[in-house]
Nanobody, 120 residues
C-alpha cells in the first residue's frame, strides 16, 4: 500500500480555481492508479476523476468534465486535480485514493481529505 496526503483545499468564490495535490509515499507509486472522490455534508461519496499509472488515461464524472483536470507526476509521487470554474455545488471534502494496477478500481489506500468550499 501507499500512504496518501492531500493538500491545496481552501475557500474560493464561484468561478475561481484551486489545485489539489495528493502526495504519496512509497517507491511503487507508479504501480497505482489514483482517483479523487468527494463527499458533501449529508451526501454520499462520489467519484470525481481518475488517472491510470502512466497518466495516459483519465476519467471524469459528468459533473466536472471540462472544468477539472487530473494529472500526475510519478517522479514527484504526486497526483493533481486542477479545478476551474468552481461552483458552490463543488463544496465538499476531497479525498484521493489509490488502487494497484493489478486490481483497477480497488481503492485500497485513502488520504484524510482536504476541504474545498465554494461560495456564491
Amino acid at each position: 500500500q501507499v500512504q496518501l496526503v492531500e493538500s491545496g483545499g481552501g475557500s474560493v468564490q464561484a468561478g475561481g480555481s484551486l489545485r489539489l495535490s495528493c502526495a504519496a509515499s512509497g517507491r511503487t507509486f507508479s504501480s497505482y492508479g489514483v482517483a479523487w472522490f468527494r463527499q458533501a455534508p449529508g451526501k454520499e461519496r462520489e467519484f470525481v476523476a481518475s488517472i491510470n499509472w502512466s497518466g495516459s488515461s483519465s476519467n471524469y464524472a459528468d459533473s466536472v468534465k471540462g472544468r477539472f483536470t487530473i494529472s500526475r507526476d510519478n517522479a514527484k509521487n504526486t497526483v493533481y486535480l486542477q479545478m476551474n470554474s468552481l461552483k458552490p455545488e463543488d463544496t465538499a471534502v476531497y479525498r484521493c485514493a489509490a488502487a494497484p494496477n493489478i486490481s483497477p478500481g480497488s481503492w485500497s489506500s485513502w488520504g484524510q481529505g482536504t476541504q474545498v468550499t465554494v461560495s456564491s
